[in-house]
């Protein structure tokens, strides 16, 4: 799902015409994918066009099929930052997807000013979580990130 989430977005956003076979084929993609799975909610969450709710229990923040625990910190009553907003709602989800699996590290690539570190923020204020950004430059090596023999 994560190569599939990037066809349709970045350099593949701006194709013109060939922009719509990227979007079929991105459709083409997660349909096969959602029919290998048996599970109801993740079919309505990948193909439905209905923008999915965030929801928050007494021990859990997400959206659905997607949870994460929520964290030791206080949760504001109302946040700055709305994920009702469809394309912000599917980010977070992605994110959400992303963190089900424990102790992984996620990388967000992107342009600057998109959001990135907005969208993290607010999953983190909204589950009780704190955050820590490390900032990295266009100097930064590849093999730093992910060492090098």
Request: hydrophobic share 40%; charged share 20%; aromatic share 6%.
């Amino acid at each position: 799902l994560t190569l599939v989430d990037g066809l349709g977005s970045g350099s593949t956003a701006t194709l013109g015409d060939k922009g719509e076979l990227v979007f079929k084929l991105r459709k083409a993609c997660l349909e096969f994918l959602v029919s290998q799975v048996e599970h109801q909610d993740l079919r309505q969450a990948f193909l439905s066009n209905i923008t999915p709710q965030a929801v928050t229990s007494d021990c859990c923040f997400g959206i659905p099929p997607f949870y994460i625990p929520l964290g030791e910190m206080s949760i504001p009553r109302q946040d700055e930052f709305t994920l009702g907003a469809r394309t912000t709602c599917l980010n977070a989800c992605r994110l959400l997807r992303a963190l089900q699996l424990p102790g992984r590290a996620i990388l967000l690539e992107g342009s600057p000013g998109v959001g990135k570190t907005s969208l993290v923020a607010a999953l983190a204020r909204v589950s009780g979580h704190p955050v820590t950004r490390i900032n990295l430059s266009d100097q930064t090596d590849v093999s730093d990130l992910f060492g090098a023999d």
